[in-house]
């Protein structure tokens, strides 16, 4: 049971490029969300997703995209990436019924 | 506007030195209020979740409580092991987390 996976755990992107992150549970959970955590701003909602095929915008969704085609997985887009999107991202799950969310170990973005 | 504020913003104690942190809030309604303990270069790890006035929990030598405003983290003769930065989170009406900027301790032998 590996809980909360993420890939990759470190990007370098230049201005402009595009990338995925993607973010695995196996834990059958039914929501699934992405954060960005910036230092002094805490963790903001980029997206978030309440079942297979669903997803809806958070705090923070300019500059971003999500899918979730399965349920296990939940991934992160950015189209054409911009400095400003330079931080550590979080995905985390939680269970129908349950409120307390899992959190993977982050991937840290660069954006040059 | 739902809000969360920690503090302070870093803590140093000595081992063995207890103390408290604080999450001090704003909501239309209360749906919970979580404890997450967060290790450098990892992601956040699940403490607590308290959703009324008066509850605590206890793990170890951390105490959580909650009143209609303000959640204390209570830390009772900590050890260098539990230096984090603790973040303290609340769960706003559409059952998402809205997060503290959180309290980084550092507990020295």
């Known amino acids: 049971n590996a809980g909360v996976t993420q890939t990759p755990k470190f990007r370098v992107l230049k201005t402009g490029q595009s990338m995925t992150l993607l973010c695995a549970q196996d834990m059958n959970h039914e929501y699934m969300y992405w954060y960005r955590q910036d230092p002094g701003m805490g963790l903001r909602l980029i997206h978030y997703?309440?079942?297979?095929?669903?997803?809806a915008k958070g705090e923070v969704p300019d500059g971003y995209n999500v899918s979730r085609l399965k349920k296990q997985n939940f991934l992160l887009g950015l189209e054409s990436a911009a400095p400003s999107q330079t931080s550590v991202y979080f995905c985390?799950?939680?269970?129908?019924?349950?409120?307390?969310?899992?959190f993977g170990p982050g991937t840290r973005l660069t954006v040059t | 506007e739902d809000q969360v504020t920690q503090s302070p913003e870093a803590l140093r104690l000595q081992e063995g030195e207890s103390s408290s942190l604080n999450c001090s809030y704003t909501?239309?309604?209360?749906?919970?209020l979580f404890w997450y303990r967060q290790d450098p270069g990892k992601g956040p790890e699940f403490l607590f979740t308290l959703y009324s006035a008066g509850e605590e929990k206890e793990k170890e030598r951390l105490k959580a409580t909650l009143t209609k405003k303000e959640s204390f983290l209570h830390i009772t003769a900590p050890k260098p092991e539990d230096s984090a930065t603790y973040l303290c989170a609340l769960m706003d009406s559409s059952y998402k987390l809205i997060f503290g900027s959180g309290t980084r301790l550092l507990v020295r032998p």
């Open positions: 997703s309440v079942g297979e095929g669903t997803t």
């Open positions: 909501v239309s309604g209360l749906r919970g």
């Open positions: 985390a799950s939680r269970g129908l019924g349950f409120y307390e969310q899992y």
